[in-house]
């Protein structure tokens, strides 16, 4: 886990100089890809989305002009449900706050709007994963990971999570520097 976009790509170079091997090094690049998107500065304006009716929603969004804090859920993990209720009582207690659920079950578009559907998830405000280069299996690392946004989408805050005993602080010192 870097700090910088300038330590994943050079624990990259340093792999290639001593010659891992090149699936390794396609599965490192991967998850390196990942993990650009938790660093702070770092925009996600280009992350493909899809919403609960099926179509493609831009970034931008979602975002809705105000600090958001976006929680990384599958269907496989089973927190999910205890997550959600978690940001269901956060989104009462930080009404300023716009909480957004992404799932990370990539291609599957069905089975996600079921159990959004069925566990009576916010509509509004959950989105999958849309079409990408990233492998899926990577995604189960970023779990319980939340990213803290800007109200123009920009990354406060990407080493969060979601079942840290830190988290409510994390949150109040976000909201602090909003």
Same mark, same amino acid.
């Given at each position: 886990?870097?700090?910088s976009?300038?330590?994943?790509? /050079?624990?990259i170079?340093l792999l ?5 091997s $090149?699936? %390794?090094?396609d599965?490192l690049? =991967?998850?390196?890809?990942? =993990?650009?998107a938790?660093?702070p %500065?770092?925009?996600? $304006?280009? +992350?493909?989305l ?12 979602i975002?809705? $002009? ?12 089973p ?5 959600h209720?978690l940001?269901?009582?956060?989104? $009462?207690?930080?009404?300023?706050i !716009?909480f +957004?659920?992404?799932?990370?079950? +990539? ?8 159990a959004?559907?069925?566990? %009576?998830? !916010?509509k509004?405000?959950?989105? =999958?994963?849309?079409?990408? !280069?990233? /492998? ?6 970023y ?8 109200p123009?989408g920009?990354v406060?805050? %990407?080493?969060?999570?979601i ?5 409510e602080?994390r949150?109040?010192?976000?909201l602090?520097?909003?």
């Amino acid at each position: 886990m870097a700090h910088s976009r300038e330590e994943i790509l /050079d624990i990259i170079d340093l792999l290639e100089e001593l010659g891992y091997s $090149k699936e %390794g090094l396609d599965d490192l690049k =991967q998850l390196g890809s990942i =993990q650009l998107a938790y660093l702070p %500065g770092t925009t996600l $304006k280009e +992350v493909p989305l899809i919403n609960t009716k099926g179509n493609p929603e831009p970034f931008e969004n979602i975002i809705n $002009k105000q600090p958001t804090i976006i929680f990384l859920w599958s269907i496989y993990s089973p927190r999910h449900r205890e997550d959600h209720q978690l940001i269901q009582n956060l989104r $009462k207690k930080y009404p300023e706050i !716009n909480f +957004v659920g992404i799932n990370l079950d +990539v291609g599957e578009v069905p089975s996600w709007r079921i159990a959004v559907e069925k566990y %009576g998830y !916010n509509k509004d405000q959950e989105y =999958q994963l849309g079409p990408t !280069n990233v /492998d899926k299996r990577f995604f189960k690392y970023y779990l319980n990971k939340l990213l803290f946004l800007d109200p123009s989408g920009k990354v406060i805050i %990407g080493d969060a999570f979601i079942n840290s005993p830190e988290f409510e602080s994390r949150i109040l010192e976000f909201l602090n520097r909003n």
